[in-house]
């Protein structure tokens, strides 16, 4: 029989859950594979590893299937077989494993027909559903009059900006141009629908205002009457910000401002918000989400689509609507995201993570009050919030990696959610760190909870996190004192450099009290694709990590990825290490990454490197601030506020230092003059080995937020690098052979490599 290999031939494509060797947190969980060509159907075979007892065959016709029951507890085995249209079999994949733990969370998702079919035909029916909506204005009147506050003041900012203007960026005479009125466009268009319109109609919904709500519905009357297959369209060819804008707010505005509409008004606006829905599923649909789900803005569209079935259930037509709630369900109980696991985290940074995870909060609080069941259960959506602590500090200057990272900040609206939702005291103690953020009053999210205010003071909370899945880790030295932390985060992902990830494998970057000493240089812009953003932000050489005779990893490659090798956290060292040689593809035969963190502020980044070839091969640092190099010493010194780093290198050949403080690739460069925008230059140093088909590279890195705490010394003998400082004593070997990192810490001996 032939073996199906279900490898992943594109970045879009779904990653089979459960993986091999899962232990299954949710039970049941849905299956999930890649679809085989020309099979018209499948079957699905589960059993015990141990006795060999079959559990479940299931003849599908879809490449996934949810069970309808829990699993006992125990160790199975899945596998499956893909037939053609006769039936016969095409062929078998090789049996994965996976464990049902006795503590998994038993839940079995309702179908949607089950759902739909018991709503009654009330309003408002998304979000703050009727039977609550008393208790709702009750509680944000007495417990949210902060939030309500907030939130009148932007309806009072809406008032003065009146009326969205039309679209009219796909007029523009040139490519170039239309790209850059689309991107000014679309991010006006967010002030005036996700800001605007969403709080005038919240507003309306908890206080009935009467002026909130007619302007709320001149502007929905307004923004329909425009053609919704024209350039708003959610799945139009001019660009889909706009659409997708929609596809996000109209349907709850027009639900919370429902009473507001003569039954002509309601014809028209509902029949409107029907073909953006279709255009939401369509999408999906015609882009294979359950099998292709790698489009990042798709990842958008399956929240969206779950409420607008709801609401318009009756409109579209029940049979319609229970297709598209169906389709949703699918989705959020096999695979979803695709960006992150168990483990949390989001693949494409934190910039993006903290955006796109606040996406499905409408979706979920809906579908959880109007069906009993809750999707907050399942493991990513409880482990995400522990990405964003580890991983964007709340007084960090930037959040790598990925694109936004130079502009993007710790989401205090996140961090008030889930300190409300679960009751977190670390993510309360974040949030109160953090300034809130004006424009984000409007959040309907804010208002499913009041504040909730824990105190961190007994919190066992480590100082250091991996997220296998994404490949990072976040090695801090007191995550709990952020004004003293010293924190690195590693990044050697199997997502690869893909969509708004960078060929950035086995880099990292290093923030002290806050402040961004060794940064992922470059922009985000002038606007995603402009040559600035392809040419150098998004490649190898904008980051910390290592060149090959000048080059990097392949961008773009969905198989040029990385992975976490080991990882180990001790209350005194962490350790972590990343495979990054498939980034190279070819350029490189090995690049370990091996990165020691003796706390509280020494660092040791030691490199691998093999080629096939005689070689050169170049260190990178990148920093706002200008560096101080001694190149015969090999020590680089930056400082930026009260924060100071120290590195000294040491590598198997002499080391070339090259300093500069330009883009190859400036950030105008291609632009008319009329898009051009200041931004500051970074500084870039290299380190540079002799030609040689193999190199080690030690680097030793100490750090501080405002005053050095200990002294350290490094020494070079017999090929090995010492370094010495109170309470510990390390040694890697930078000679030819095999590497070698160990020594002593506390009294205890440490061996990493």
């Known amino acids: 029989m032939r073996v199906l290999e279900q490898k992943r031939t594109t970045a879009r494509d779904v990653f089979a859950a459960p993986r091999d060797g899962s232990h299954l947190e949710i039970n049941p969980t849905g299956f999930i594979w890649l679809p085989v060509p020309d099979a018209s159907g499948y079957e699905i075979l589960i059993w015990e590893k141990a006795s060999g007892k079959k559990i479940l065959t299931k003849r599908v ?57 018991k709503l009654e035909d009330k309003h408002p029916i998304l979000v703050f559903p009727w039977f609550e909506l008393d208790q709702v204005r009750e509680r944000v009147r007495t417990e949210q009059k902060e939030d309500l506050q907030l939130l009148e003041a932007a309806v009072k900012r809406a008032y003065e900006m009146g009326m969205p203007p039309q679209p009219i960026f796909h007029l523009a005479e040139t490519e170039q141009q239309k790209r850059m009125y689309y991107v000014k466009y679309f991010r006006e268009l967010s002030q005036f629908i996700d800001a605007n319109l969403v709080a005038c109609s919240l507003y309306y919904l908890f206080t009935k205002d009467s002026k909130a709500g007619e302007f709320a519905k001149k502007m929905m009357l307004h923004v329909c009457a425009w053609n919704p297959e024209g350039p708003n369209a959610v799945d139009g060819p001019w660009g889909d910000e706009p659409g997708l804008h929609y596809s996000r707010c109209l349907h709850e505005c027009y639900d919370w401002t429902h009473d507001l509409y003569n039954s002509r008004e309601k014809t028209f606006i509902e029949n409107t918000l029907a073909i953006y829905c279709r255009q939401t599923y369509r999408r999906l649909r015609n882009q294979q989400y359950l099998s292709k789900p790698g489009d990042s803005h798709n990842t958008r569209l399956p929240g969206y689509l779950g409420e607008q079935a709801i609401l318009l259930r009756h409109r579209l037509g029940l049979e319609e609507a229970e297709k598209m709630l169906q389709y949703v369900l699918d989705i959020f109980t096999t695979f979803f995201p695709h960006w992150g696991d168990e483990d949390g985290g989001w693949a494409q940074g934190v910039s993006y993570g903290s955006g796109y995870n606040r996406l499905y909060i409408p979706f979920f609080t809906t579908f959880e009050k109007l069906s009993g069941f809750s999707f907050w259960n399942r493991p990513f959506y409880k482990q995400i919030k522990d990405f964003f602590v580890y991983c964007c500090p709340s007084n960090a200057e930037n959040v790598p990696f990925g694109d936004g990272q130079e502009r993007g900040r710790a989401p205090w609206a996140l961090f008030r959610f889930y300190a409300s939702k679960f009751k977190d005291p670390v993510c309360s103690w974040v949030a109160s760190r953090l300034e809130r953020p004006i424009e984000i009053s409007s959040e309907p999210f804010l208002f499913l909870y009041p504040p909730y205010e824990g105190s961190i003071q007994d919190v066992s909370l480590p100082n250091t996190k991996v997220f296998r899945g994404i490949g990072w880790a976040a090695l801090h030295s007191d995550v709990k004192n952020p004004d003293r932390d010293n924190y690195l985060v590693f990044k050697s992902s199997p997502f690869g450099g893909w969509s708004h990830s960078h060929a950035d494998q086995n880099s990292f970057c290093i923030l002290s009290g806050g402040k961004a000493l060794a940064i992922a240089s470059g922009y985000y812009g002038p606007a995603y694709g ?34 976490i090798v080991d990882f180990e956290n001790e209350e005194r060292y962490a350790y972590v290490s990343g495979d990054a040689t498939p980034a190279y593809k070819g350029k490189l035969s090995r690049f370990i990454r091996h990165i020691l963190f003796i706390r ?103 750090v501080w937020p405002d005053r050095k705490e200990t002294e350290i010394k490094t020494a070079r003998a017999d090929e090995y690098v010492t370094v010495t400082g109170p309470g510990y004593s390390i040694k890697a070997w930078i000679g030819p052979g095999p590497p070698h990192l160990e020594g002593t810490i506390s009294g205890a001996r440490v061996t990493v490599v």
Request: glycine share 4%; net charge negative.
């Open 61 to 117: 016709f879809n490449h996934y299937f949810v069970p309808e029951t829990p699993f006992e507890p125990g160790n199975y085995q899945w596998t499956i077989t893909a037939l053609d249209k006769k039936g016969d079999v095409i062929g078998e994949r090789e049996p994965w494993f996976f464990t049902v733990p006795e503590d998994a969370f038993k839940a079995v998702c309702p179908s949607a027909a089950s759902v739909l079919k």
């Open 530 to 563: 402009m040559p600035h953003h392809t040419l150098w932000t998004q490649q190898t050489k904008a980051n910390n990590c290592i060149l090959v005779d000048g080059k990097g990893q392949l961008w773009g490659d969905f198989e040029a990825t990385g992975k």
């Open 600 to 702: 509280p502020e020494v660092f040791i980044v030691y490199d691998d490197l093999e080629a096939d070839h005689p070689a050169a091969f170049s260190w990178l640092l990148h920093s706002y601030e200008p560096p101080k190099i001694d190149r015969d010493r090999q020590i680089i010194n930056l400082q930026r506020g009260n924060a100071h780093l120290w590195a000294k290198l040491f590598a198997t050949t002499a080391l070339n230092f090259k300093y500069t403080d330009q883009f190859d690739t400036p950030y105008n460069f291609g632009m008319e003059e009329r898009f051009h925008e200041e931004r500051p230059n970074q500084h870039h140093t290299s380190a540079t080995t002799e030609r040689s088909p193999a190199a080690k590279i030690a680097a030793v890195i100490q």
